[in-house]
C-alpha cells in the first residue's frame, strides 16, 4: 500500500512510537488515561515496558507532553521511523 493508501485510512507511513515505563500501583489510571489520548494505536505490552503508543511523527511532541502529566508514567523512550521497508 502507498503512503497515499495509508495517510487515507487514518495510518502514518512513518510514524512514531512511544514505550512507556509504568508505576504498578498506577497501571489502572494510567492506562485508562492512554485511552483518551488522540493516537493511532495504544497497547499494553509484556516486557521491559508496559505500554507502546503509536501517533503520528507530528503529534509526538504534544503527546509526550500530555503523557508527562499523567501521574504513574515513570519513564517514556520515543523513536521515529525514518522508512518504511515493507
Known amino acids: 500500500?502507498?503512503?497515499e493508501g495509508?495517510?487515507?485510512?487514518?495510518i502514518s507511513a512513518?510514524?512514531?512510537f512511544i514505550f512507556i515505563k509504568v508505576s504498578p500501583l498506577k497501571r489502572s489510571?494510567?492506562?485508562d488515561k492512554i485511552k483518551e489520548l488522540a493516537v493511532q494505536k495504544a497497547?499494553?505490552?509484556a516486557g521491559d515496558v508496559d505500554a507502546l503508543v503509536m501517533t503520528e511523527r507530528e503529534n509526538l511532541d504534544e503527546?509526550?507532553?500530555?503523557?508527562?502529566?499523567?501521574d504513574g508514567i515513570?519513564?517514556?523512550k520515543?523513536?521515529?521511523a525514518i522508512e518504511t521497508i515493507r
Open 63 to 70: 503527546i509526550l507532553k500530555r503523557l508527562s502529566s499523567i
Open 29 to 31: 489510571y494510567v492506562y
Open 14 to 16: 512513518t510514524p512514531a
Open 43 to 45: 497497547f499494553r505490552i
Open 78 to 80: 520515543s523513536y521515529i
Open 6 to 10: 495509508l495517510s487515507a485510512l487514518g
Open 1 to 3: 500500500m502507498t503512503e
Open 74 to 76: 515513570q519513564d517514556t
